[in-house]
Antibody, heavy 116, light 107 residues
Framework: QVQLVQSGAEVKKPGSSVKVSCKASGGTFRSYTFSWVRQAPGQGLEWMGR????????NYAQKFQGRVTITADESTSTAYMELSSLRSEDTAVYYC?????????WGQGTLVTVSS | DIQMTQSPSSLSASVGDRVTITCRAS??????LAWFQQKPGKAPKSLIYAASSLQSGVPSQFSGSGSGTDFTLTISSLQPEDFATYYC?????????FGQGTKLEMK
């Protein structure tokens, strides 16, 4: 069965960067795209961007342009999301989601806390 | 960006009730509309895609309809496990956008 397993919770200082991983199993990694979605405490879902591993190309939401980098490593079936210049408002749970036309599977989420 | 507006924001209902949640897009999105269910502390779960197609393994009490700008999610007979927050999402164009969510609570 398909599983997306994300890396563990992180605590970061303002101004630093965080890199979250999402390891896929149970499917053909290069046949799908992978999106990153975040959810601030008590808030809704916010799409950040996505990558097409077979091409290595990424699309980003304008809000995060310049601060987010999404990459993928086909050899390990892992997608990554790196967010830089962290501020307190970036405290959120970050999810990866597999997109096979639509978001069919999600990772378990990674809590990133930004605090001085 | 395409704005997605859900209504209501919250809803109280009882087991066995029929419930409808609506989602309106700020511009036409054809049928590029998905619905998700989220329970506290859990990742969203896909229910419906392409506006009306049921995701594999999702119970048949869930159904979706609509096209263009107006969409609905219907739960035909609420079960105890259906109390959760529901989100719509458009995937017609970047950035993909979600509705603000509808919290379904037990009356």
């Amino acid at each position: 069965q398909v599983q997306l397993v994300q890396s563990g919770a992180e605590v970061k200082k303002p101004g630093s960067s965080v890199k979250v991983s999402c390891k896929a199993s149970g499917g053909t990694f290069r046949s799908y795209t992978f999106s990153w979605v975040r959810q601030a405490p008590g808030q809704g879902l916010e799409w950040m961007g996505r990558i097409i591993p077979i091409f290595g190309t990424a699309n980003y939401a304008q809000k995060f342009q310049g601060r987010v980098t999404i990459t993928a490593d086909e050899s390990t079936s892992t997608a990554y999301m790196e967010l830089s210049s962290l501020r307190s408002e970036d405290t959120a749970v970050y999810y990866c989601a597999r997109e096979g036309g639509q978001f069919d599977y999600w990772g378990q989420g990674t809590l990133v806390t930004v605090s001085s | 960006d395409i704005q997605m507006t859900q209504s209501p924001s919250s809803l109280s209902a009882s087991v066995g009730d029929r419930v409808t949640i609506t989602c309106r897009a700020s511009q036409g999105i054809s049928n590029y509309l998905a619905w998700f269910q989220q329970k506290p502390g859990k990742a969203p779960k896909s229910l419906i895609y392409a506006a009306s197609s049921l995701q594999s393994g999702v119970p048949s009490q869930f159904s979706g309809s609509g096209s263009g700008t107006d969409f609905t999610l219907t739960i035909s007979s609420l079960q105890p496990e259906d109390f959760a927050t529901y989100y719509c999402q458009q995937y017609k164009s970047y950035p993909y956008t979600f509705g603000q969510g509808t919290k379904l609570e037990m009356k």
